[in-house]
């Protein structure tokens, strides 16, 4: 059975630093476009970053690009989304998922919490 189920989630001031998990388990993590999305309060779901399976080419929404990356331990067959230099409106669910954005994958996990605030 494929799931992904994060973690890593929480309460942080502005300029902090927070580092999401996505553990996957039944696939293999390092052969499928993965991306993070994340769903602020009232908002819809947004992307905000993939990771390509076969070359590991990375892409980010403009508004985190220079703070936020998402690196991956193929051993571990974990995703990760390191976050710095966190702001107010980087308050969201975050959720990990199969796909990017322009072919989006049929798999989410149940998300984790951030909150940026003073």
């Known amino acids: 059975e494929v799931q992904l189920v994060e973690s890593g989630g929480g309460l942080v001031k502005p300029g902090g630093s927070l580092r999401l998990s996505c553990a996957a388990s039944g696939f293999t993590l390092s052969t499928h476009d993965m991306s993070w999305l994340r769903q602020a309060p009232g908002k819809g779901l947004e992307w905000v970053s993939t990771?390509?399976?076969?070359?590991?080419?990375?892409y980010y929404r403009d508004s985190v690009k220079g703070r936020f990356t998402i690196p991956r331990d193929n051993a571990k067959n974990t995703l990760y989304l390191q976050m710095n230099s966190l702001k107010t409106e980087d308050t969201a669910v975050y959720y990990c998922a199969t796909g990017s954005l322009s072919n989006p994958g049929d798999r989410r996990g149940q998300g984790t919490q951030v909150t940026v605030s003073s």
């Open positions: 990771i390509f399976g076969g070359n590991s080419i990375t």
